[in-house]
T-cell receptor, first 116, second 118 residues
Framework: GNSVTQMEGPVTLSEEAFLTINCTYT??????LFWYVQYPGEGLQLLLK?????DKGSNKGFEATYRKETTSFHLEKGSVQVSDSAVYFC???????????????FGKGTKLSVIP | GAVVSQHPSRVICKSGTSVKIECRSL??????MFWYRQFPKKSLMLMAT?????????EQGVEKDKFLINHASLTLSTLTVTSAHPEDSSFYIC??????????????FGSGTRLTVV
């Protein structure tokens, strides 16, 4: 089956530090890959995505590159801000035969805290 | 962009009562709705998938008689937690997508419902 493994948190960084959150996946076929962000008490928001090998998703200074050879989709940001404090989820989308529809498979989430 | 409105955001109920959570797609037709449960410091656990007009498909271990899902229209899906108990306390999130939207573009999530059963 499909699975996503991401680094355990929590991660605590000082403002303007470099961020990397590792994510690797296992899937049959060619999944699409996503990073979602969840701010405290809220639902999930799509942060960025990549749909094929070597694609780079980017948004709000965050980047992730779809690496098929290493089955990875690591999230990076060059200079984090306090407002980036949230939980980040790596996810993949692949056909779900049970319901005849695509289904997201999530990693366990990584909590990021950025301190001034 | 696509918006899913989820209500209520927080609810406290007595043990043994039922609670209904609604998710409405405001500007698109949600042909498929996913319901998740999120435990503290844990990832999202998919509970069920529903296609409009069809019975929901429940994940293994999820009690269909306890977590009733209705997806009778293209803009509304509901999750009813029946005879709630303290162990049902959790954060419930819905997610929707439209058949007309490429799944590669991601899914639209509701803002979540914090259920506390006392």
């Amino acid at each position: 089956g499909n699975s996503v493994t991401q680094m355990e948190g929590p991660v605590t960084l000082s403002e303007e530090a470099f961020l990397t959150i590792n994510c690797t996946y296992t899937a049959t076929g060619y999944p699409s890959l996503f990073w979602y962000v969840q701010y405290p008490g809220e639902g999930l928001q799509l942060l960025l995505k990549a749909t094929k090998a070597d694609d780079k998703g980017s948004n709000k200074g965050f980047e992730a590159t779809y690496r098929k050879e290493t089955t990875s989709f690591h999230l990076e940001k060059g200079s984090v801000q306090v407002s980036d404090s949230a939980v980040y989820f790596c996810a993949l989308s692949a056909p779900y035969s049970g319901a005849g529809s695509y289904q997201l498979t999530f990693g366990k989430g990584t909590k990021l805290s950025v301190i001034p | 962009g696509a918006v899913v409105s989820q209500h209520p955001s927080r609810v406290i109920c007595k043990s043994g009562t039922s609670v209904k959570i609604e998710c409405r797609s405001l500007d698109f037709q949600a042909t498929t709705m996913f319901w998740y449960r999120q435990f503290p410091k844990k990832s999202l656990m998919l509970m069920a998938t529903s296609n409009e007009g069809s019975k929901a498909t429940y994940e293994q271990g999820v009690e269909k008689d306890k977590f009733l899902i209705n997806h009778a229209s293209l803009t509304l899906s509901t999750l009813t937690v029946t005879s709630a108990h303290p162990e049902d306390s959790s954060f419930y999130i819905c997610s929707a997508r439209s058949r007309g939207i490429d799944p590669n573009y991601g899914y639209t999530f509701g803002s979540g419902t914090r259920l506390t059963v006392v």
